[in-house]
């Protein structure tokens, strides 16, 4: 069970952290490198249809509530990705570790 803290703790550390880097990311200008930090939250964000409100050459999508959730919605995701990837890693190294 310790295991499991200790890894759903480096999950949420590490989501919030590259969330962090995301925001600092658009806050420079550079939105294109926020979708790779944020990579969960952006796929999800993409799985909701677009209305499109521009036109047929220049897409604009209209930001709904459902946008909105699949954003947010990607923090938990992360944590749950990122405290397995974290879980695994423990496990091999407490399985490999000298006794």
């Known amino acids: 069970m310790k295991i499991i803290l200790q890894a759903?703790?480096?999950g949420?550390?590490?989501t919030l952290g590259l969330f962090g880097f995301a925001y600092?990311?658009?806050a420079r200008g550079?939105?294109?490198?926020?979708?790779?930090?944020y990579?969960?939250?952006?796929?999800?964000?993409?799985l909701v249809p677009c209305e499109n409100i521009g036109h047929a050459l220049y897409e604009v999508c209209k930001v709904t509530n459902w946008h909105v959730a699949?954003?947010?919605?990607?923090?938990?995701?992360?944590?749950?990705i990122y405290g397995a990837v974290a879980f695994v890693?423990?496990?091999?190294?407490r399985r490999f570790r000298p006794a």
Do not use: D, K, R, T
Not at 70 to 80: D, E, K, N, S
Not at 89 to 93: A, G, K, P, T
């Open 70 to 80: 699949a954003f947010y919605g990607g923090i938990p995701l992360g944590i749950l």
């Open 89 to 93: 890693i423990m496990l091999v190294v």
């Open 12 to 14: 949420a550390f590490v």
């Open 8 to 10: 759903l703790g480096a």
């Open 24 to 26: 600092l990311a658009v």
């Open 39 to 46: 990579w969960q939250g952006a796929w999800l964000e993409s």
């Open 30 to 37: 550079n939105v294109e490198l926020s979708y790779y930090f």
